[in-house]
Each structure stands twice: as structure tokens, then as C-alpha cells.
């Protein structure tokens, strides 16, 4: 038993009060230590969160490269289709091109001597025709054959220029055409009009009227028309050559057509 009552509750007390301290501080520091782990912790998650926005920015990134060198290559795909077509296309025309070009020098060596032959031909039918414009259909075969010797011209070229020439022959048996040139009549050079019809008259008349005459293709001359009416017929036909006066019947002598035998 305690002497002291007092004292001892006083005494237990005291012990009392230390021991909820010392609790009371041991909790305290219990919780800093919670608090200091929870901050921790808070703080690797921040920063585990953003490396794993990061990492999730940079996938995106990636998604969107992959996506765009996707969408790329299937461009290039269709182009590289479409290029494959077009190469096996002129690869056809390229094979067409060469047998063109094989086919065109076959022709060309063969349409050569053709052309030659044109020529040779046009140049005996102007001499043997009825001879209107002399100069301008000889000298228009001369250039014929000059042109046919030249390598700067093409075999197109050629041949379009022989069947112009043919072309023009063959418009002067279906035209009426006047033109003046220098003829040896009555023992004189005389600057005469000269009527062609076709290829069926060709008639001359000096500017004075005083001389008139036809081209006897039998004869192979002039055959002079000293009748009046020729004379005024003539005339009128140079007239209306010359689109002076309307087209009107015309009564003219003219070669016999030469029997076919």
C-alpha cells in the first residue's frame, strides 16, 4: 500500500501522459512517413503517366506515318499497274511501228520506180497532146524528175507532187482558157491570144484580128481560118474565156476523133 495516495495518482497520471505522448508521436510520425510514400508514389505515377503519354503520342505518330506509307504504296501500286500497261502497250506499238517501218521501205523501193514511170508516161503524153502552154507543162515534168532525184524530200512528197501534175493534166480537158504567148505567123513572130476548149480546139488570133487559125493535131501545124465567122467566133470565145461575156454556143472547127483500133 502506497503512503501516499496522492501521490501516486499524481504519479500514474504522469506516466500516463508520457506514454499518450510518446503514441501520440509515434503516430505523428507514422503518418509523415504514409504521407511521404503517398507524395512518392503520386509522383511516379505522374511520371509514369507521361512517359506513357509519350509513349502513346509517339504510337499515334508512328499509326499515322504507317497509315500515310500505307495509303503511299497502294498509290504506287496502281501506278505502277498503269505504268505496266502503258510499257506493254508501246511496246505493242513499238512492234507495230517497226513492221510499219519494214513494210514502208518495201513500198518505197517499189513505189520509186512507179513514180518513174508516171513521169516517163506524162512527159510522152505532153509531147504527143495538142500543144497548149508548152513551156509551163514541160518545165512542170522537168522539175518531176529533178524532184525525184532529191534525198531531201520524202517519197510522200513525191508521189503527191506526180499525182498533182496528173490532177492538173487531167482539169485541162474539162476547162475553156485563154492565154497570150509569141507565135511565128504570116512570116513574123506575133504576139497572138491563144483559145484552148479542152483538149478538143486550140485556136489562136493576132491582137490586130487579122490573123486566126486551129491546131490540126492530124497535121501536126496550124491550119490559118481566114473566114470571117471563124474569126468572130474565135473572138468570142476568148471573150468568154476571159468571163467578159456569158458561156454561149460556139460553132468552131475541130479535130475528127481518131478511130480506136
Avoid at 23 to 43: C, I, Y
Avoid at 145 to 155: F, G, I
Amino acid at each position: 500500500m502506497f503512503p501516499n495516495r496522492s501521490l501516486f495518482v499524481a504519479l500514474v497520471t504522469s506516466v500516463s501522459l508520457c506514454a499518450g505522448l510518446a503514441v501520440s508521436t509515434a503516430s505523428a510520425a507514422s503518418l509523415d512517413g504514409v504521407f511521404s510514400a503517398s507524395e512518392r508514389k503520386l509522383k511516379l505515377a505522374q511520371a509514369s503517366q507521361e512517359k506513357i503519354d509519350k509513349i502513346v503520342e509517339q504510337t499515334q505518330g508512328v499509326h499515322s506515318q504507317w497509315q500515310a506509307v500505307t495509303k503511299e504504296i497502294d498509290g504506287l501500286e496502281v501506278y505502277n499497274t498503269l505504268l505496266d500497261r502503258q510499257i506493254a502497250n508501246q511496246l505493242t506499238d513499238m512492234s507495230d511501228l517497226n513492221t510499219s517501218i519494214d513494210q514502208v521501205t518495201v513500198i518505197e523501193r517499189q513505189i520509186t520506180p512507179l513514180m518513174l514511170r508516171m513521169i516517163d508516161a506524162l512527159d510522152q503524153f505532153v509531147a504527143l497532146d495538142v500543144p497548149f502552154l508548152p513551156e509551163e507543162r514541160t518545165g512542170r515534168v522537168e522539175r518531176l524528175y529533178a524532184l525525184l532525184e532529191r534525198s531531201d524530200v520524202t517519197v510522200a512528197e513525191k508521189f503527191r507532187s506526180v499525182m498533182e501534175a496528173y490532177q492538173i493534166e487531167n482539169d485541162y480537158g474539162r476547162t475553156i482558157e485563154s492565154y497570150n504567148e509569141m507565135l511565128e505567123v504570116g512570116g513574123a513572130e506575133r504576139e497572138v491570144s491563144f483559145l484552148r476548149l479542152g483538149r478538143t480546139g486550140l485556136y489562136y488570133q493576132s491582137s490586130d484580128g487579122q490573123f486566126s487559125g486551129v491546131w490540126d493535131q492530124e497535121a501536126g501545124g496550124w491550119t490559118e481560118l481566114a473566114d470571117g465567122a471563124s474569126r468572130n467566133q474565135i473572138r468570142q470565145g476568148l471573150r468568154i474565156a476571159n468571163k467578159q461575156v456569158a458561156p454561149e454556143l460556139m460553132l468552131l472547127p475541130v479535130n475528127a476523133p481518131e478511130s480506136v483500133q
